[in-house]
């Protein structure tokens, strides 16, 4: 099986209306990805990101910056090394702190039926 690098700093920036910038660093047309997607999100200050909360498992890793992450109506403090794991039907908000930034790293998995 042959390996595939992927030069993530090449990829294109894509805006999301009030959820930063994303660039898909994993994927079925990067590298013949059919069961996973991955992304990296960048926020700024006060924007947020809201996942999908459709049949995934997500896992959303800080790698960079300070905000805090809205769990069960609970806000918790975050900065670079937290993560959550969100099951299928979950959810969060992810906030950058203000005048701070965060860099995100998004790993989707799609619900495998049994």
């Not at 069960?72 to 930034?101: F, M, R």
Request: charged share 20%; proline share 5%; hydrophobic share 40%.
């Amino acid at each position: 099986m042959p390996l595939t690098f992927i030069e993530t700093n090449k990829l294109p920036k894509k805006a999301s209306a009030g959820q930063g910038e994303v660039t898909e660093v994993l994927n079925a047309a990067l590298c013949g990805a059919k069961n996973v997607h991955a992304s990296l999100r960048w926020l700024k200050s006060a924007e947020t990101f809201k996942p999908d909360t459709s049949d995934k498992h997500q896992l959303i890793y800080l790698m960079d910056g300070k905000g805090s992450i809205q769990l069960n109506n609970k806000d918790y403090n975050v900065e670079k090394g937290a993560g959550v794991y969100l099951g299928p039907s979950e959810t969060a908000t992810i906030q950058a702190a203000s005048g701070a930034s965060l860099k995100l790293f998004h790993l989707i998995v799609p619900k495998i039926p049994k």
